[in-house]
């Protein structure tokens, strides 16, 4: 938008929009002080400032503001249906309504507009209904005239994550915003260490050297351990220190929308991260390996050594059945590689798409596990499910703080 091509037949019009005057009502304005080419710029600048998100459309009866339509997409025209939808019709499967400080807002990734009220008993008024209906948050709920809005294989937690992790949905701030500069420290890159016995881990063996295409042409999923001779603390010592190991830290300033800055340190490893911020931290839960007592461990991927934390036999033997269960494995892996995620991590630099680059990123270090499996000759298999509470319980850390993302199944190979 061109402040050049500002005329000052808007001023008039500029005023009265902001106090929430009606579209007829702010061309009126343009006209009493210009003509009807200026008039049509003034309503094409609203349709773009629609489009931005920048304009949001109050719903006024008898002098009440009863709620507020917020455009979440581009395509998004607000209107009203006809008439008010009967009792019948409800909510569709993907509609919510959630608090957001003093306001409800009634949301739907079906509709491409969010519903900002004070009191969420309007949604029962006639022209909240009309607006609603129009806005594709209603549908029929007798079972026998209702019909899917989106293809059946969606489930509400998947759409609703996924459109509010992609631009084009919505237009609340996305990416690297920091919006905690000046009022959180972000938490530093190196997690502090576990207490508890430490064991020494060998590096890799750099003598063997194979392709990368190589590699890549052999990776599989491998579930199939042998136990008679299963994983040495050789051969986990060098599968984190090719897949895992921090090489250093970087140190840099970020800022947020204001302008305001801060220092933020991130790190290096061999898989990437977004913004290097490296969240993950790997928790090996050992059945079988030769030199390492079965147990749960830590580890501190900037000494490349293991911590033992004191777990139950039992505690493990569950973690370990719930991955075998997960991988259809016949025995239970010989490790399980439990990746936690330091949360604040991500989510004090990024908003919106702060959970999806924790799966991001972890999707990332399981490709790199395997890559480094198969060059040492070892078996693995990514976990697609696991038990996030039963590890906060054994850990003792709180879920939302530091959690449960993801597990990998690793052992040695069964020859032939």
């Not at 302008?259 to 090996?284: C, M, Q």
């Not at 298999?381 to 590890?391: I, N, P, Q, R, T």
């Amino acid at each position: 938008m061109r402040l050049a091509e500002w005329a000052d037949a808007f001023e008039s019009a500029g005023s009265r929009l902001n106090e929430g005057a009606p579209l007829a009502e702010l061309r009126d304005c343009v006209l009493a002080n210009g003509n009807e080419g200026q008039a049509a710029a003034w309503l094409a600048r609203l349709d773009r400032l629609r489009e931005l998100g920048s304009i949001e459309f109050p719903l006024v009866e008898n002098g009440e503001e009863l709620a507020v339509i917020a455009p979440q997409q581009e395509s998004f025209v607000p209107s009203l249906a006809p008439r008010a939808p009967d009792a019948a019709f409800g909510f569709h499967r993907f509609a919510c309504l959630r608090r957001d400080g003093a306001a409800w807002l009634a949301e739907s990734p079906l509709s491409g507009a969010r519903f900002r009220m004070a009191d969420p008993a309007v949604l029962d008024k006639p022209l909240v209904r009309r607006a609603l209906a129009a806005s594709g948050f209603l549908e029929d709920c007798r079972a026998e005239e209702s019909e899917p809005q989106t293809p059946a294989h969606w489930e509400f937690h998947d759409l609703i994550f996924h459109t509010h992790s992609r631009r084009g949905w919505h237009h609340d701030p996305s990416g690297p915003q920091c919006p905690y500069i000046g009022l959180v420290e972000p938490e530093p890159v190196r997690r502090p260490e576990w207490p508890g016995t430490v064991v020494e881990l060998p590096r890799a063996d750099e003598s063997a050297a194979e392709t990368c295409s190589t590699i890549l042409e052999r990776r599989r999923s491998d579930r199939d351990f042998d136990d008679k001779e299963p994983i040495s603390i050789a051969e986990l010592g060098g599968l984190l220190d090719r897949a895992a190991r921090s090489r250093s830290s970087v140190s840099g300033y970020v800022h947020d929308a204001s302008g305001k800055t801060a220092a933020f340190e991130g790190a290096k490893r061999p898989y990437p991260s977004s913004g290097a911020v490296h969240e993950l931290e790997i928790y090996p839960v050992v059945h079988r390996c030769n030199g390492l007592d079965p147990g749960l461990y830590h580890y501190d991927s900037w000494r490349h050594v293991l911590v033992r934390i004191p777990a139950s036999e039992d505690e493990v033997a569950r973690l370990l059945r719930h991955a075998r269960i997960a991988v259809g494995a016949r025995e239970n892996p010989q490790i399980v590689l439990a990746v936690a995620a330091r949360f604040s991590r991500v989510f004090w630099k990024y908003k919106s798409i702060g959970y999806g680059n924790i799966l991001r990123n972890t999707g990332a270090l399981y490709q790199t596990l395997y890559l480094a499996a198969t060059e040492l000759g070892l078996a693995g298999c990514a976990v697609g499910s696991a038990d996030a509470m039963l590890f906060a319980r054994i850990t003792g850390l709180d879920p939302l703080v530091e959690g449960s993302v993801g597990d990998f199944a690793i052992g040695s190979r069964r020859s032939g």
